[in-house]
């Protein structure tokens, strides 16, 4: 039905669709920058902790071997006058029962001449 002596104009519709942002829009991507920079730093954070351990890993390892081998080495430093005269002392019984085995049968105890 028309409505007499009214004119209804309509206007034709613009190409260019301007969309207008909801008002919440930038406090909503603030936030999500924020949790992205947020993570990032934890991220940072991350491996910032992965290369202070590894670091200090590694340098304990290599502390820990140099130590190792000095104190190896003092201990057997101040081991081996111990050890030599052991072997010394094993060398000089080893001499004396020689001496007493190779002795003339004359000198001998007369208990060993009765065999």
Do not use: C
Request: hydrophobic share 40%.
């Amino acid at each position: 039905m028309r409505k007499s002596g009214k004119t209804i104009r309509l206007n034709p519709v613009d190409d260019d669709h301007h969309v207008t942002d909801h008002p919440a829009r930038a406090g909503l991507e603030a936030i999500m920058d924020q949790k992205l920079f947020a993570q990032r730093i934890k991220s940072e954070r991350a491996s910032a902790y992965w290369f202070a351990a590894s670091l200090w890993g590694v340098t304990g390892l290599v502390l820990g071997g140099i130590l190792g081998s000095y104190m190896m080495f003092v201990a057997m430093d101040s081991s081996l006058p111990l050890a030599s005269e052991a072997v010394s002392r094993g060398m000089a019984v080893e001499q004396a029962r020689q001496r007493v085995d190779d002795r003339e049968p004359a000198l001998r105890d007369p208990a060993e001449q009765q065999p």
